[in-house]
């Protein structure tokens, strides 16, 4: 039995340094090598003193006070019982310590380096056998690398929780109920392999769905319902009406933020959004005018070539450092905290432009609000209506499969030189405000063709 109670604990108090001497540390005896010493401060901490190889050592036991920070008199008696019981084998209590922090700190460092960006890859590398078609291998990719690794890429997968996985998904959740569905679940599946290696713990996903994220988010099936009657049967985006791009060219030139560049620069290279805030700079050909997206990043899975007008190329160049060179695997449109913008931020912009008592001005033929997407659309009817390229050049910079295997095998070139002369003409009418000049674009386009 110890000499000390809890309430003697609490009361004890350092008695003051004697007349001509240093103030010192004093200690209470509890029994068995355990002692309670105060500073002459007042705080108060834990000391076992044990006999090891014929040498008295000392070992600190913590703080007293309240858990989690603090030690009570019953916790340090059950840790004093501990090392002792350790230094009766021979071992020495404090070295023991040492060895375990120091593999505690090489376990830190070692989650550190288990990021969910690596433990993806690892989990795609791992599960590539069982998928015959390498299009579901590009598809992974890409849905992760547009949507997750922007917040998620670089951060410990040991530390990530179901807060975290909401921010990934919640920003699409309504608006690409497919790809957001198929996106939790490939972050399930990640969040698995990782468990099973050991660096999570088992039993609790934070992207799970059933007694996790189902009381949380709407239902994916009814979300596609209702996007089904809200953008129309064939599940078009609204689009802007093209005789207004240049209206909204004009009015997005006059908002300098990050978030605009990007939405001009998808609007002229008429790429998806996904593909625009997940560029790097290393994807990007300077010398070329020439946009690579990766085949990982590109829903059907094929590395796209996008030529770069004068006017895409010049956003870019606004956005290089003053020394000219940016670092490859930078975003380049980059968010203020320094990562890639979200998918949120386009939404939010157009929501902005679309404020004022009036009601939104900026919408589609029906009425309904545009969205950033439909900016395809709208590159798509001019090439139909106005311009006068053949329609596969526009399904070839769209990026579009071409269903038809015989037409498919007829069109395996890309077209780049043409591709390259319609994205011009395309950003030249984007320049004009409203429709004036579209039929100067048109008869210059018919005169080159004709040429």
Not at 165 to 181: D, G, N, Q
Request: glycine fraction near 8%; proline fraction near 7%.
């Amino acid at each position: 039995m110890g000499k000390l109670t809890a309430r003697e604990v609490a009361a004890a108090k350092h008695p003051g340094a004697r007349p001509g001497t240093k103030p010192r540390p004093v200690t209470f005896p509890d029994g068995d090598g355990l002692f309670l010493q105060i500073t002459p401060g007042g705080s108060k901490s834990w000391l076992l003193r044990y006999t090891l190889a014929g040498r008295t050592r000392e070992a600190g036991l913590g703080s007293y006070g309240d858990p989690p920070e603090g030690v009570t008199l019953a916790a340090a008696r059950e840790k004093a019982a501990e090392l002792r019981a350790l230094a009766r084998t021979g071992a020495d209590p404090v070295d023991a310590r040492r060895e375990a922090q120091r593999q505690a700190a090489a376990a830190a460092r070692k989650a550190l380096a288990h990021t969910f960006r690596s433990l993806a890859e690892a989990c795609i590398a791992a599960r590539e056998a069982e998928w015959k078609n390498p299009i579901h291998r590009a598809q992974w990719r890409s849905t992760l690398e547009t949507y997750a690794y922007p917040s998620l890429g670089e951060t410990p997968i040991a530390e990530i929780g179901t807060d975290d996985v909401l921010a990934v998904l919640r920003p699409i959740w309504a608006s690409k109920p497919e790809t957001a569905s198929r996106l939790r679940g490939r972050m399930e599946a990640v969040f698995d392999y990782a468990a099973a290696l050991g660096f999570r713990p088992r039993g609790f996903n934070p992207a799970a769905w059933r007694g996790n994220l189902k009381p949380l988010l709407g239902s994916p099936n009814k979300l596609k319902a209702r996007l089904r009657e809200t953008t129309g049967e064939d599940g078009h985006h609204p689009a802007l009406p093209y005789k207004r791009i240049g209206a909204f060219m004009a009015a997005l030139a006059e908002r300098p933020a990050t978030t605009a560049l990007a939405l001009r620069f998808a609007i002229l290279t008429a790429a998806r959004t996904g593909e625009v805030l997940g560029a790097r700079w290393r994807e990007i050909d300077m010398d070329e005018a020439m946009w690579i997206v990766p085949a990982a990043r590109m829903k059907a899975g094929r590395e796209h070539r996008i030529p770069l007008s004068p006017a895409a190329m010049a956003i870019l160049q606004g956005l290089l450092p003053e020394n000219g060179e940016a670092d490859p695997e930078d975003w380049i449109f980059k968010s203020g905290a320094g990562g890639a913008l979200s998918q949120m931020s386009m939404l939010m912009l157009l929501r902005r432009m679309n404020e004022g008592e009036s009601g939104p001005q900026w919408v589609d033929a029906a009425g309904r609000p545009i969205t950033a997407h439909g900016f395809r659309s709208t590159c798509r009817d001019w090439v139909g209506e106005e311009a006068s390229f053949p329609l596969e050049i526009a399904e070839a910079a769209l990026a579009h499969t071409i269903r038809d295997k015989a037409q498919a095998a007829y069109e395996r070139g890309d077209k780049l030189a043409k591709r390259r002369k319609m994205m011009e003409a395309w950003a030249a009418y984007c320049a004009r405000p409203a429709a004036a000049g579209a039929g100067k674009v048109v008869r210059l386009r018919k005169r080159e063709a004709s040429a």
